[in-house]
């Protein structure tokens, strides 16, 4: 997702929860916890939405609003790559297999959706036979096809027009990489990609040079969605993106406004995950995130789209005063500082930072436990198979810096007084902004100088993205955050410390670690079936990682996040990190 991401990515989807009982509450009661004021404005209550229902309708009509403090890195399905971009596509794409629209853990299992099947698999793996479902349309009622999605996945490719999104079909199917992608293809269709085959228009078959156990996770994200090569406007399509989903672009000004209306050529009959209720979908962008949270507690809009938690300012007020209007899920991020090792090559003086850190006021500045989320102290979150929360090779869990071990790493740096360094954060998230300082402050104590830049949160995959930029601008620290893009050590790690998946523009991988052994492991846990198994090398990475000391983790995140009294079926998903099934969501008029 980045991140936030990813969001970006990421910005990313599918992070496990703990599983809970579906719970089913009505728009007066019901719930967890404390109901705040639900008797006064019909608020279902503290917790209602987590892992459960609140608000359960099937009533259509109305105009569900959003608002954000975050733009999309892209609205174009292969190139966006942050966490509620995912969510949100699934208004106006589709995909062979999607997530099931149920709360919780419920949420990560994959289910048909354009295809009729969750495919069919040969017994060595490699090959996947899907066929199309009858009567699925774009928006001007036009078929789609088994072209439009192999199409649509050959974007990928085009890291040079379109870069920012996954790159991980194209990792699987081309590990070579053979093909140019679309906008060089040689070929007459423009359909040259040989590990997809398109027999007919309702078969597409897959072809994988090796098998991979994740391979379904991965033709359920967007970057997996049909585009018609008529309609590809290429760097562009992300300002209107050609539906095939319930909704379509009526509008949409960049860092200001869009909406989505109905897609009348979309046939329900044909999807059974997205309910499709509202009438209308608004965004809002703003600037000012506080402003925002408080239109929010107003009534003035329904839901943060980024999700990332209401701020500090309003937080007490939304606790004290409106608790039957929040929830407190585990989102499946971890957010950190990363180290790119262009800027700060010597691994001593990484790791001086990471000893100097105090990760209890780390901790406190993003909210502390309840909206901040529990102390992190490596890179695995706790739901993905092979993660050890006790793993502390830096002794982070204790909350406290050690200066003396971030001194003796400055000498062994050949930095005993400390050195300069820049931390860069996107600046319209006042939480990261709260953990630059805080890091820049316990830093001070072993004579690190880190001043802080602040960068346009919307042109993440051209700034921090851009190994360029990054070595030029000397961002010796960055901080982000990062979901998973599926729950496996693949759908976490992958993108952040395989050396394979450094992009020169849209990259994740910002310390730029490419480390054969590391880059090994991936290979050997990818072709592993057994999870517990892939699981047990996903922790020697995770091993690996630490020792390379590029990654600075601060806590596993929770949010505090709004629900208006107005919105209906609403539930956390564990398949889009925590946040609401927005897919799912309808408005009370």
């Not at 001593?348 to 990471?354: D, P, Q, S, V």
């Not at 316990?442 to 070595?471: E, N, R, Y």
């Not at 596993?556 to 969501?585: F, M, P, Q």
């Amino acid at each position: 997702m980045t991140l936030n991401s990813s969001q970006r990515r990421r910005i990313a989807a599918g992070a496990l929860l703990a599983a809970a009982t579906m719970v089913v509450t009505t728009a007066c009661g019901g719930g967890s916890g404390d109901g705040g004021d639900k008797g006064k404005t019909g608020a279902a209550g503290f917790n209602a939405a987590v892992n459960k229902v609140a608000n359960p309708s099937d009533k259509k009509g109305g105009e569900l609003k959003f608002i954000g403090s975050q733009e999309a890195d892209s609205w174009d399905p292969q190139r966006g790559y942050y966490g509620f971009v995912w969510d949100f596509a699934r208004y106006y794409t589709r995909q062979l297999v999607t997530f099931k629209a149920e709360p919780g853990a419920a949420s990560t299992e994959l289910v048909p959706d354009l295809a009729t099947d969750a495919g069919k698999v040969s017994p060595d793996g490699l090959t996947y036979t899907f066929t199309l479902k009858d009567g699925v349309t774009w928006e001007d009622g036009k078929p789609i096809t088994s072209k439009d999605i192999k199409y649509g996945i050959e974007r990928i490719w085009a890291q040079d027009v379109i870069s920012g999104g996954p790159i991980y079909l194209q990792q699987v199917l081309d590990p070579k990489g053979e093909y140019k992608g679309p906008y060089k293809d040689t070929s007459a269709d423009k359909l040259g990609l040989k590990a997809i085959e398109t027999p007919d228009d309702k078969t597409i078959i897959f072809k994988l040079p090796v098998a991979n156990g994740d391979f379904l996770q991965m033709l359920a994200m967007p970057a997996a969605s049909p585009v018609r090569q008529d309609k590809d406007t290429k760097a562009q399509y992300g300002l209107k993106p050609f539906s095939s989903g319930p909704y379509k672009w009526q509008s949409y000004t960049p860092n200001k406004s869009m909406l989505l209306v109905r897609n009348d050529k979309w046939d329900a009959k044909t999807d059974t995950i997205r309910k499709a209720l509202p009438d209308k979908i608004s965004v809002k962008f703003t600037t000012n995130a506080d402003d925002m949270d408080n239109r929010l507690v107003e009534g003035e809009y329904d839901l943060d789209i980024n999700a990332t938690g209401v701020g500090a300012a309003a937080r007490a007020k939304v606790l004290q005063q409106h608790k039957g209007n929040a929830d407190n899920p585990q989102t499946g991020f971890i957010r950190y500082a990363v180290f790119p090792q262009t800027v700060i090559d010597n691994v001593e003086c990484r790791k001086a930072i990471i000893y100097a850190a105090d990760s209890k006021s780390l901790q406190t500045a993003r909210g502390g436990p309840q909206a901040g989320g529990d102390i992190a102290s490596n890179m695995l979150p706790p739901a993905i198979k092979g993660a050890d929360p006790k793993a502390d090779p830096y002794g982070k869990l204790g909350g406290k810096p050690d200066l003396a071990k971030a001194k003796e790493a400055l000498k062994k740096c050949g930095k005993p007084n400390g050195f300069k360094t820049t931390i860069a954060v996107r600046n319209n998230k006042k939480i990261e902004i709260a953990t630059a300082e805080s890091l820049q402050q316990s830093l001070k104590a072993v004579g690190i100088d880190a001043q802080i830049d602040l960068f346009d949160g919307a042109q993440t995959s051209g700034i921090i993205g851009s190994p360029k930029v990054v070595k030029d601008k000397g961002y010796g620290i960055i901080i982000m955050g990062w979901g998973a893009d599926f729950p496996s050590g693949q759908g976490f790690l992958q993108p952040l410390v395989d050396g394979r998946f450094i992009l020169q523009s849209g990259n994740n991988n910002f310390s730029e670690l490419n480390d054969p052994a590391i880059n090994g492991l991936f290979d050997s846990a990818l072709k592993e079936t057994d999870p517990v198994k892939a699981g047990e090398l996903y922790k020697q990475i995770n091993t690996k990682v630490s020792e390379a000391a590029v990654y600075l983790p601060f806590t596993h995140e929770k949010n505090i996040i709004w629900r208006s009294s107005r919105l209906t079926n609403v539930y956390t998903a564990d398949a889009y990190n925590g946040r609401y099934d927005y897919a799912s969501l309808g408005v009370m008029k």
